[in-house]
């Protein structure tokens, strides 16, 4: 009886790191924009119209990172090399962008999403290696 031995490659694990690391970060994007768009909703309650709308706004555009940083990172999941660099270098750009963009503006949870997506973009270009 022969016996199948599994050869998991480095890559593969920095790939798959990569994709716990860039989930976890959209993850915490999203859930900051929720946070934010509940925050409009109160802020309309209390009749501050114009601040809901910049809290609205603010809340889409993370929202929409969040969910682009979601699809990249499932798109670099793949075993092609050239899917795990493209997905490595727009996660980093998207995370230098995000702290350039909000700062310290945004709160602790876009912090530590930005934080975990740009480790999961350098995680996914050594794994493109």
């Not at 909703?41 to 990172?65: F, K, N, P, S, Y």
């Not at 990249?72 to 660099?85: E, H, P, Q, V």
């Not at 350098?122 to 493109?128: C, D, G, H, K, V």
Request: proline share 0%; aromatic share 6%; no cysteine.
């Amino acid at each position: 009886m022969r016996r199948r031995t599994s050869f998991r490659t480095m890559a593969d694990d920095e790939r798959r790191l990569a994709m716990v690391f860039g989930i976890l970060g959209a993850l915490l994007l999203v859930l900051e924009g929720l946070i934010e768009l509940v925050a409009g909703v109160v802020l309309i309650a209390l009749g501050h119209g114009l601040a809901a709308l910049g809290t609205w706004q603010h809340a889409v555009i993370v929202l929409v990172v969040g969910v682009i940083v979601g699809l990249f990172t499932a798109y670099g999941k793949s075993s092609a090399r050239d899917r795990a660099l493209t997905a490595g270098v727009i996660l980093v750009v998207i995370a230098l962008i995000g702290w350039i963009a909000f700062g310290l503006a945004a709160g602790i949870l876009g912090i530590l999403g930005t934080l975990l997506v740009l480790i999961a973009g350098i995680l996914f270009l050594l794994a493109s290696r």
